[in-house]
C-alpha cells in the first residue's frame, strides 16, 4: 500500500528540521540495483473479518499494608505507598475502559460487516444499477465504519492517559529505589521498602504490557479503518454498476505489532532517520515522510524497524524512565507510519540503549 500522495515537494524542505536527520546516500547507494516490484503486490492477501484484538486483563494485585516505624524513611514509605495505591487505582480504571473499548468495537465490526456482505451477496447474483436498497444499506455501512473510526479515538485517548501512568510508575520505582539510601531508617524501614519496591517493579511492568497491548489494538484498528474506507468506495462503484468488481475488498491488512527483544545496533550501521526527542512537541512527520517515501521509491519492498534508544542511565531509576520515554516515543513514530498509510505489517518495533545518546531519540532504519 503506498503512502498518501500530498505536497512531497513541502514535505522535502523540511526534510532538515531541527530534531530529526535523514541518511539517504549510504543506504541507497546510486549504483545499486532497485526493485521495480510494485509495493502493492507486496501487501498481504484480504482477511475475512477485522483484525483480532488483544484479550489480556490488567488488574492491580493491591499494595501491601506497612506499620508506622516513627522514622522519617517510614514517613516516606507510608507516602510511597498511598502514591501507588492511587496508581493502581488508575491503572483499574483504564483496565476498564480497554475492555469497555473493545467490547464495543466487536459489536460495531460486526455490525459493519453484516452489512457489507449483504451488500456482497447482492451484488454477487446482479441487481439493477443504483439500487436505492444497497445504497441504503452502503448509508448504512459507512455510519458502522464511523463508530469503529470513534472507538480507535478512544483507543488513542487511552493511550495517552496510560502514558502518562507509564511516566508515573517509572518515577515511583526510582523513588522508592531512593528512599533506601536515606539515613535514620530502622530495619523495618528497609523490609518495608523492598516489599514496596517489589510491588512497584510488578506495577510498572504492567503499566508498560497494558500500553503495549493498547498500541497494538488501536494500531491495527487504524489501518483496518483506513483499509475499509478504499473497500467502501470499491462497493459504491459495484452499487452504482449493479455488480460486483473483482477484488473490490482487496489490501486488507492485519497488522502486528509484538514487543520485539532488545535490538543490537551493528557498527557502522546507519538510521534512515534518525529522530531526537529533545525538546517538546517536536515536528518529525514531514522529515519522517519525506525519508520514508524515498525509500518506497527505490526499493518499492522495502520494509522498516523503528528502534527506541535510551541514553545508559547513572541509576536503574533513571534507566527504567528513559527507556519508558523512549519507547513512548516510538509508538507515537509508529502511529505516525500508519497514519500515513504505511502497512503495519512491515514495521517492526525494537528498543535498545546507547552509551552514545545524551537524550531520548528514535531510529529508523530500512531493511
Keep these: 500500500m503506498a503512502l498518501k500522495k500530498t505536497h512531497a ?81 488508575t491503572l483499574s480504571r483504564q483496565n476498564q475502559a480497554l475492555q469497555q473499548i473493545r467490547t464495543e468495537t466487536v459489536q460495531d465490526s460486526q455490525r459493519y460487516h453484516g452489512t457489507v456482505a449483504a451488500i456482497n451477496a447482492r451484488l454477487q447474483v446482479g441487481t439493477t444499477p443504483g439500487n436505492p436498497i444497497l445504497n441504503q444499506q452502503w448509508n448504512a455501512a459507512q455510519g458502522e465504519l464511523d463508530r469503529i473510526t470513534d472507538d480507535v479515538l478512544k483507543m488513542n485517548r487511552l493511550t495517552n492517559d496510560v502514558t502518562s501512568s507509564s511516566t508515573m510508575a517509572a518515577f515511583l520505582l526510582e523513588s522508592v529505589r531512593a ?49 475499509e474506507k478504499q473497500n467502501l468506495n470499491t462497493l459504491a462503484l459495484g452499487i452504482k454498476n449493479g455488480a460486483l468488481f473483482a477484488g473490490g475488498l482487496g489490501n486488507r491488512v492485519n497488522a502486528s505489532y509484538d ?42 519492498t522495502a520494509t522498516f524497524n523503528v528502534v527506541a534508544v535510551s541514553p545508559v542511565g547513572s541509576t536503574p531509576g533513571q534507566q527504567a524512565l528513559a527507556a519508558s520515554t523512549a519507547k513512548r516515543n ?34 529508523v532504519f530500512v531493511r
Design 179 to 227: 528512599a533506601r539510601s536515606l539515613s535514620g531508617a530502622v530495619d523495618e524501614d528497609h523490609r518495608q521498602l523492598r516489599i514496596l519496591e517489589d510491588e512497584t517493579n510488578r506495577t510498572v511492568v504492567m503499566v508498560e504490557r497494558l500500553l503495549s497491548e493498547l498500541t497494538t489494538d488501536a494500531t491495527r484498528q487504524q489501518q483496518y479503518v483506513a483499509s
Design 330 to 363: 516510538a509508538d507515537s513514530v509508529l502511529r505516525s507510519l500508519t497514519n500515513m498509510n504505511l502497512p503495519a505489517s512491515r514495521v517492526n518495533v525494537s528498543s535498545t540503549t546507547s552509551n552514545a545518546a545524551t537524550g531520548g531519540e528514535v531510529q
Design 259 to 300: 514487543s520485539a527483544p532488545p535490538r543490537t545496533i551493528a557498527s557502522g550501521e546507519t538510521p534512515l532517520v534518525t529522530i531526537r526527542f529533545d525538546r517538546p512537541n517536536v515536528n518529525y512527520e514531514p522529515a519522517l515522510y519525506a525519508a520514508i517515501k524515498s525509500a518506497l521509491d527505490r526499493r518499492p
Design 9 to 89: 515537494a513541502a514535505l522535502c524542505a523540511a526534510l532538515l528540521a531541527g530534531g530529526c536527520s535523514f541518511a539517504e546516500d549510504a543506504l541507497f547507494p546510486a549504483t545499486g540495483t532497485v526493485a521495480t516490484q510494485s509495493a502493492a503486490s507486496t501487501d498481504q492477501a484480504p482477511a475475512e473479518g477485522p483484525p483480532v484484538m488483544g484479550s489480556s486483563s490488567y488488574e492491580p494485585v493491591g499494595v501491601t499494608a506497612g506499620s508506622p516505624t516513627g522514622t522519617f524513611v517510614g514517613a516516606k514509605a507510608a507516602s510511597l505507598r498511598n502514591d501507588l495505591s492511587g496508581l493502581q487505582a
